[in-house]
């Protein structure tokens, strides 16, 4: 990958661990007294340690995504209201406080799937914040598959959305959106460990292969890296 992409990757996920910074990062105790919602299941992604030691540049490239898509379960403390929150039964949503910050979720179920909203107001010191959707959420009654998207400081403008599917057999496959300058990630992840990332980007509407990475259960893997035609212009391994 060239620098360029490099560099909007990494601003992508700067902006989304700093938008989870701000999120309630207390454990949230439930209470059997009050009603909870369906709990949101996004998986995560495991690799061998082997890959995540290693010092190969594609092998610490792919590591970077993935720890990119794992940030996304850092947004679920919104989705879990604390013991201190009110119900309001009659609009199927809980509303609660962490510091300066009125915190609210609504939570629908409709033909097998949950949705969830998250709205925040007030302050967290950074932004003021005035009804402003941080988070949405969707999955589906079995858990199999769902997504959630998050959106830039206080605007509706999408920041990143992780969905996912989840197979008989525990392969989970991925798909992040909206990831700095028309970057899309394509990610397969085996119960072994081992697994795939493709990455594209959209070209006058033309979704293009960029990048791709496989790996084993060991932790070694390969490499190759594509130019604007689709031509393979690299490739390698790593053990």
């Not at 003021?128 to 400081?153: L, M, R």
């Not at 008989?168 to 990332?197: C, M």
Request: glycine letters at 8%.
């Amino acid at each position: 990958m060239n620098g360029r992409k490099i560099i909007a990757f990494l601003t992508a996920m700067s902006l989304l661990i700093l938008l989870s910074s701000c999120s309630n990062n207390t454990d949230n105790p439930v209470s059997a007294q009050n009603p909870q919602p369906k709990e949101l299941n996004a998986p995560t992604v495991s690799i061998p340690d082997a890959m995540v030691n290693s010092k190969d540049a594609n092998a610490k490239t792919a590591v970077g995504y993935i720890n990119l898509i794992n940030n996304f379960k850092s947004y679920l403390p919104y989705f879990t209201p604390p013991v201190s929150s009110k119900f309001n039964s009659a609009a199927g949503e809980w509303t609660w406080t962490d510091g300066s910050l009125s915190i609210t979720l609504t939570e629908t179920n409709v033909g097998g799937k949950a949705n969830w909203t998250v709205k925040l107001n007030g302050t967290d010191g950074k932004f003021n914040y005035d009804n402003w959707i941080v988070a949405t959420a969707e999955e589906t009654d079995d858990n199999n598959s769902g997504h959630i998207i998050v959106f830039k400081p206080v605007t509706d403008e999408m920041l990143g959305q992780l969905d996912w599917v989840i197979d008989a057999s525990g392969k989970v496959t991925f798909t992040v959106g909206e990831l700095g300058k028309n970057i899309n990630v394509k990610f397969t992840s085996n119960p072994d460990q081992s697994g795939e990332l493709k990455i594209y980007i959209s070209v006058g509407g033309i979704s293009l292969l960029q990048y791709k990475v496989k790996w084993t259960s060991s932790g070694s893997g390969q490499w190759w890296s594509y130019d604007n035609t689709g031509k393979e212009v690299g490739s390698g391994s790593w053990s």
